[in-house]
């Protein structure tokens, strides 16, 4: 083991938790030590010199600074004054100071009015506090050190016995296909190690599912689609044996195998189309991922090049234009998650976006829970805090090119960064110091001048000539100058763009965190990788690049034993609606423990032997006897295992949202099976969405009246469809490996009221009712296998004829009625109209609500749309298509339909 370690780059987690508490570990550069390359002018007591710094300095910044510079208060300019760091670094001018040299440093030229900056701007300090400010810069800035803390290291006698220990760290076990006594029933190997766990706890398997109800699963378990009548009774009647092969083949072959399966890593990659959290920004280019990971699975992609593309795709050689573009906008897997942009400091921005990575990598990927580590050496698993730092060193060497900025309280495109883009094409970038974009830089800052000028004074209320104020006519002038400026500098204007990364221009080690906290500074740690995980060989990081290179090897080498372990249990997962693993993200300690071990195994090394492919997984998992059983149960049975764990039975689950949508359009016969281009988000500057502005208000229009689908939906965080919404969703902030089935109200009130549902109903009545080739018996027949994907039994052809019946018969005497009462009231009205003055327009009769004027729009106000949606209004023909398009809306609600058994 020793051997091995020293083969790393990176200190194994617990080594470097004891380093960290030894006696040589060094913290961040200490207070009074100056920067490499500066020597003091004179050796300075560091004791002595924080004393004198919480002394003087402290209370002097605290008193005078703080209330515009803190952590706790504001961050003016991007500056905080209460962190070293942050004074170090500095805001949007640069470092405010230099340790050892206060002549240069900006913190002295602005307190002491030497410049344009004057701090702080409402009185200047005493030459006395000035020169304790300064005394304290040439001494070396001597700040408290930040302590780490006690609990670090001392988990890893702990961590390594876990680490030998834990199922799941310890490599692939091939063990022996086991025997079984039933030696005609298994199919595949798979159903050998299923058998024998069934035959060791004397619990046969149930029947065989019948072929009606197995097209039904397969069709819907692959493509996410319904199985036509006609694909369902082409199934039956093929009596072959490699009826079943045959069936899986086509539907793998289908385009809609690739939008099913497609559909279930975006869940894990947490897509969506724009920022979430406190500013939501549209991110217009999310799209090009989600149709690459679409292409990926229908192209059935190695899953282990696969996960390199998005891991690292832009330091990968490419034979094409076309393959490299492919790579870049894979790394979009690492750019699409949730973005504060609203945080006032550019390290915290950075350090919860380089978080998110972390946390997105470790648990799609390895079914770990890294990010626990970020604040304190893990509870549960082996991962310690420097092994958490060990991968931020790798991300935080990395561009995150999502087109996006930090700024606290920003408006319009402040938050837009057009330079951080991945380009796809061969055009060349704007050049920022052409005369054009120079001159549309010099309007945009005059007009922006303008504008600041009249925010917050009176003379801004002042009205212009159209009586609108001052203030918003200087705000849309710089509004539409700083669109002109972005637009000359934007790459997506000059050709397509991506989300993804890119290796920082300058890459390194970074320090531990302590606590989490992104100013405090600790230790620097290698990067490197979870030591949770290791093997002969692995690789290490090449000084000159980021690390990600290497961690995409690292993550897919045959001897890390967790990739492949975790991606079959998620296919598992998704083909017997729930893994071997009941836990799909979280294979540590907290996790479930694996129901076949040895199954999980042989079909992890089963997988990586046969080149990683995810059809050849899918089909060999469905053509299994295990999976074609049928969905009936016993007392027995239930009582047994009620859980199903052994797998004695094929567990009936809900369809997801976007299949219950996708079924009703097929039903219907509106479905567009084509792939639409891009998404109607694309069109969207990034600029803050309202969840009740105009624009919001159109996207939730669009997605309603889309027949694509609904893996093309536009999907921006805060705005999903309820289509999608009411049926348990994804959640889009993180890893969903696993959607919850709920069963609520709001799902009713869905399927009873819900316009997309009432309109699908209504087409699917006016389809049936065009056959003019079949009678009412007949059409019932049809409705029932577009719906339920079977034949209508006699009880359900006796319901479905009365209800139809009665349905017709009372509305047209309501209709009656209505007409009778319509024609008496007309009268009555005619009578006592007789003699009667004629009522003035905009007369006496006009109400006072009519009669005032429509108040002026307050461009100073974000355009809202606070009224109440207005439904679709359907116009039904006449009684018999209603009652036709209520039945059909009654099969749609029905649990036969939502359900696939």
Sequence with gaps: MQGLRGQQRQVCGWSIALVLLSATATLAQPAGTPPEGIQPAQPVNEEAAVEYFEKH??????????????????????????????????????????????????????????????????????????????KWIDDGAAWPKPRLPSSVG???????????????????????????????????????????????????????????????????????????????????????????????DRLLALPAYGERWGRHWLDVARYAESTGSARNLP???????????????????????????????????????????????????????????????????????????????????????????????????????????????????????????????????????????????????????????????????????????????????????????????????????QNELVKLNDPAMQGPVAFGVRDSSAVSDTEIRIRGEAEKLGPVVPRGFLGIIQYEGQPTVNPKQSGRLELAAWLTSDKNPLTSRVIVNRVWQHLFGAGLVKTVDNFGTTGDLPSHPELLDHLASRFVREGWSIKKLVRAIVLSHSYQLSSTATDAHLLADPANRLVWRHS?????????????????????????????????????????????????????????????????????????????????????????????????????????????????????????DLDDLGRIQAVYGLTLGRTASSPDLDRAVAFLARYEGDLRQLQAEAEAAKQAKIAASSAAAEGQPEATVGGAGMTDAAKQPVPPVNPDQPGRTDELAQEEKLEIADPRTAAWASFCQALFGSAEFRFVR
């Design 283 to 481: 991110m217009p280019h999310s799209w090009r991922y989600r149709d690459y990971v679409i292409d990926a699975f229908n192209a059935d992609k190695p899953y282990d090049k696969f996960l390199r593309e998005q891991i690292a795709g832009d330091l990968l050689p490419a034979t094409s234009p076309y393959e490299k573009a492919e790579q870049l906008v894979a790394t979009g897997f690492l750019a699409l998650g949730v973005k504060d942009v609203n945080q006032r400091f550019k390290v915290r921005y950075i350090m919860d976006n380089v978080d998110e990575q972390i946390d997105v990598v470790s648990r799609a990927v390895l079914g770990l829970t890294a990010s626990c580590a970020r604040c304190h050496d893990h509870k549960f698993d082996p991962i310690p805090t420097a092994d958490y730092y060990a991968l931020a060193g790798i991300f935080r060497s990395t561009d995150l090119c999502a087109g996006l900025r930090n700024k606290m309280g920003g408006g319009g495109l402040d938050y837009y960064d057009p330079q951080m883009l991945l380009s796809l094409g061969t055009q060349a970038p704007t050049v920022a110091g052409t005369p054009k974009v120079q001159a549309a830089k010099k309007a945009f800052e005059a007009a922006r001048s303008e504008f600041l000028a009249l925010r917050d004074v009176p003379a801004g209320d002042e009205k212009a000539a159209d009586g609108r104020p001052k203030r918003a006519h200087a705000r849309e002038k710089m509004q539409k100058l």
């Design 154 to 248: 001392k988990s890893a006698e702990e961590y390594e016995r876990l680490r030998k220990q834990h199922w799941a760290w310890q490599p692939l076990n091939s063990s022996a296909v086991p025997a079984v006594k039933e030696l005609a029933w298994p199919r595949d190997d798979i159903d050998r190690f299923i058998l024998a766990k069934l035959e060791e706890n004397q619990l046969p398997p149930v029947a065989d599912a019948d072929r009606v109800q197995l097209a039904r699963r397969i069709t819907f378990d692959l493509t996410g689609l319904p199985p036509t009548p006609e694909e369902i009774a082409a199934f039956v009647a093929d009596t072959s044996p490699t009826a079943v092969e045959t069936l899986a």
């Design 652 to 772: 009936p689950r809900r369809l997801e949202a976007e299949e219950i949508r996708d079924a009703m359009l097929a039903a219907s016969g509106k479905l567009d099976p084509s792939r639409p281009t891009g998404s109607p988000g694309k069109e969207f500057k990034v600029i803050e969405l309202r969840n009740n502005g105009p624009e919001a208000k159109k996207l939730l229009d669009q997605a309603r009246a889309s027949r694509y689908r609904s893996v093309y939906l536009p999907l921006l965080r805060g705005l999903v469809p309820n289509s999608l919404e009411v049926f348990d969703f994804a959640e889009q902030g993180m890893v969903t490996g696993s959607r919850d089935a709920t069963t609520v109200a709001p799902q009713a009130l869905y399927l009873l009221n819900d316009p997309f549902v009432v309109r699908q109903s209504l087409n699917l009545a006016e389809r049936l009712l065009a056959r003019t």
């Design 57 to 134: 300095v402290r209370p002097l910044l605290a008193a005078n600074c703080y209330a515009c510079h803190s952590a706790n208060t504001n961050s003016h300019g991007g500056l905080r004054v209460d962190d070293r760091n942050g004074l170090v670094a500095g805001g949007g001018r640069g470092g405010a100071i230099v340790p050892h040299k206060a002549a240069d440093s900006l913190l002295i030229k602005a307190v002491g009015y030497q410049d344009k900056l004057k701090m702080p701007p409402s009185k200047q300090l005493a030459a006395e506090e000035i020169a304790i400010l300064t």
